[in-house]
């Protein structure tokens, strides 16, 4: 059962213009949000988060928004640049299960191409 | 500032031989310590995660197995590979508090020939 899905497995995008990366979620309990990117042979870098008190969290470029009622997150990144291409995951976690069992559910992940 | 260190960066192995991937963590104290699996075409894999010295939760049942041995050391280990042990290993941190970002390794890419 995966309960956090990107369902686009991959997206091009022209430089300059906006890159829009989608996420959907199926557990109720997960209230923090987050979105990684790889590059090939590397570890994931974190990004950007969002908890479920809000909305929408920007830091440059980077941009998520959060519809909790129909379980979508998506990342915006304005304007999209060569260096962008990458994977990024999605990934979701629930503060309930408490810091003991602290842990990440990621997607499957969506490749960015941005065609300079 | 905390640095995560994983080794090595690519292990060739036949099947049946053991396995042992190390990752230590520098910069932090007590963090919880993470073991996932990418898979081609599939996502990242949570297989086993660690709050504490000796404490070990398994996620994926499997013939990995992991440790604990330091505060800052986490070990992935096999008696015996297969075929479908194949894939892209990482060690995460976080620090012991609930909504905060993993870390992760530079990753481990494990060929079982």
């Known amino acids: 059962d995966q309960q956090v899905k990107q369902n686009s497995p991959s997206l091009s995008v022209q430089e300059g213009r906006i890159s829009i990366l989608n996420c959907d979620y199926t557990?109720?309990?997960?209230?923090?949000f987050l979105w990684y990117k790889k590059y090939p042979a590397e570890g994931p870098t974190f990004l950007i988060s969002?908890?479920?008190?809000?909305d929408k969290n920007e830091d440059g470029r980077f941009t998520v928004f959060l519809n909790k009622s129909a379980k979508h997150l998506s990342l915006h990144i304005v304007p999209s640049q060569p260096g962008d291409s990458a994977v990024y995951f999605c990934?979701?976690?629930?503060?309930?299960?408490?810091?003991?069992?602290?842990?990440?559910?990621f997607g499957k992940g969506t490749k960015l191409s941005v065609i300079p | 500032s905390q640095t995560i260190h994983q080794w090595p960066a690519t292990l060739v192995q036949p099947v049946g031989s053991p396995l042992s991937l190390e990752c230590t963590v520098e910069?932090?104290?007590?963090?919880?310590l993470y073991w996932y699996r990418q898979a081609a075409g599939r996502g990242l894999q949570l297989l086993f995660y660690?709050?504490?010295?000796?404490?070990i939760s398994s996620e994926v049942p499997q013939n990995l197995s992991a440790s604990r041995p330091q505060d800052r050391q986490f070990i992935l280990s096999s008696k015996k590979l297969l075929l479908s042990d194949s894939g892209f290993y990482l060690c995460?941190?976080?620090?012991?508090?609930?909504?905060?970002?993993?870390?992760f390794g530079n990753g481990t890419r494990l060929t079982v020939t």
């Open positions: 557990n109720s309990m997960f209230d923090y």
């Open positions: 990934a979701a976690s629930s503060s309930y299960s408490g810091a003991g069992s602290y842990q990440l559910t």
């Open positions: 660690s709050v504490g010295i000796g404490q």
């Open positions: 910069g932090t104290s007590n963090p919880n």
């Open positions: 969002i908890s479920s008190i809000k």
């Open positions: 995460a941190w976080t620090l012991g508090t609930v909504n905060s970002p993993l870390h």
